[in-house]
């Protein structure tokens, strides 16, 4: 799957841009500040319905005026799609493929499959156990269509059963009947969640190893551990187990909202002993890894969206992940950088059609 070509008005600070697209290697060249991630940000728009930095999408309008639209024009397994968003200040957004608008939104995710990798997966390292669950399930939503729809009921059981431990504790009262009902949701749902969660740590686990030993050149083992209440016993015993403690705390303290994932170089966390280029490198890795689980789960090679690559990682590094994302397995890739020598020097050696863009405070042109 590419995209072919992109339009974008009003986009952040993308007054207006018509970009035609090489099937397989962009770069956007520009100072900083130029608008290069806000034109990724663009493609991963029409990817996801919404921005990779906020989910507040009012701020994606252009500061002085009232609207923006994207179209992507997309080739996929033989057929065009044409990908349409407009969002109006104060108004709820549209989304359309091919002239015809989406009713639920949720619909258009999977379709379009796209890895972004951007200075700011550092989070996964360095933030909280939410970041790292945000990443798997991420990833496991866009090619599980009943994942997010759990999710979205396993949380507001999560919700009702805290608010009701609130109401026990307030009124000095207890009802353990009443708690059953949202006991049992959470068990449903939790327990698929758990599964699916389970599943994917396991097949990325090999594949991410791959990556960091190929980008490294090195020995270093890489390390991934899924932590989950849910491994102790089944969810229903879990939750039981804990209940005098879900009392006295007022809220559930066990359950798959409680997952993380235990991020290792060698035998040590990453977060305390890695160098900002072994994280960098870490995360690349795990961004690829998950690249290629997409890819085997869709059937589609995912657009590759690959945000400030040259920072802090010595160009070593970064010929071989240009090497690598330039292969065979690989299919339509997006980078971004502030001086173009690093690139050509790389680029040159590769034997992969391209296009260099120049961005200049908003505006978008082809150099090469
Ligand atoms: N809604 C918006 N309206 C106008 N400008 C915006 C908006 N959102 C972000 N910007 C501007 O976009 C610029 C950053 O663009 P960005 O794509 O991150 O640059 P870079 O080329 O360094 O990746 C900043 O100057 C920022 O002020
Ligand atoms: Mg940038």
Redesign the pocket.
Known sequence: MYIEEISIVNY??IAEANITFSSRLNC?I??????????L?AIYYLSFCKSFFTVNDQ??????ESYFILNGLYQRSDSLETISCGLQKGQKKQFKRNSKVYKKLQDHIGLLPLVMISPSDVELILGGSDERRKFMDGVISQYNQNYLDDLLKYNRALMQRNNLLKHFAADRYFDEELLGIWDNQLVEYGTRIHEQRTEFVRKLIPVFQKYYTFISKGSEEVGLVHQSDLYESDFAQILKNALAKDRAAQYTTVGIHKDDLVLNLGDYPIRKLGSQGQKKTYLVALKLAQFDFIKEISQIKPVLLL??IFDKLDSHRVEQIVATVAGEQFGQIFI?D?DRSHLDSIIQKLDTDFRIFR?ET?KVGLEK
């Open positions: 952040k600070n956007f520009g100072k900083n500040g130029a608008g290069k991630t806000n034109i940000d701020l994606n309008i252009n500061h002085d945000d400030d971004t502030t961005v908003g």
